[in-house]
């Protein structure tokens, strides 16, 4: 079992940055790709960005490319969102996610899964 808190949190004008957080506990973090998953209200959930276990590779959706930056510390059992120029869109639940087998990009893929931090941009 894996535990996985995430911290950060808020609410951020349009423009702005945020970072999120995700503590995890329980089994070795290092055997885990991570991931980030948001969810806006009545709208499916989406992948936002994943690390690789030794955190060699990132990936992110299209979307946030070149503003949202991955990162984990192992040693820590964290890992890291920086969510830089956030639109009024991108507000949702953001989820941190582990996935033992895969990369973190699919969500039917993910053995675990945060409760869950709220993101509010206004415009």
């Known amino acids: 079992q894996v535990q996985l808190v995430e911290s950060g949190g808020g609410l951020v004008q349009a423009g702005g940055s945020l970072s999120l957080s995700c503590a995890a506990s329980?089994?070795?973090?290092?055997?885990?790709?991570m991931g980030w998953f948001r969810q806006a209200p009545g709208k499916e959930r989406q992948f936002v960005a994943s690390?690789?276990?030794?955190?060699?590779?990132?990936y992110y959706a299209d979307s946030v490319k070149g503003r949202f930056t991955i990162s984990r510390d192992n040693a820590k059992n964290t890992v890291y969102l920086q969510m830089n120029s956030l639109k009024p869109e991108e507000t949702a639940v953001y989820y941190c996610?582990?996935?033992?087998?895969?990369?973190?990009?699919?969500?039917?893929?993910?053995?675990?899964w945060g409760q869950g931090t709220q993101v509010t941009v206004s415009s």
């Open positions: 996610a582990a996935d033992r087998d895969g990369l973190a990009r699919v969500s039917l893929d993910i053995d675990y």
């Open positions: 329980g089994r070795t973090f290092s055997n885990y790709a």
């Open positions: 690390v690789s276990k030794n955190g060699g590779r990132k």
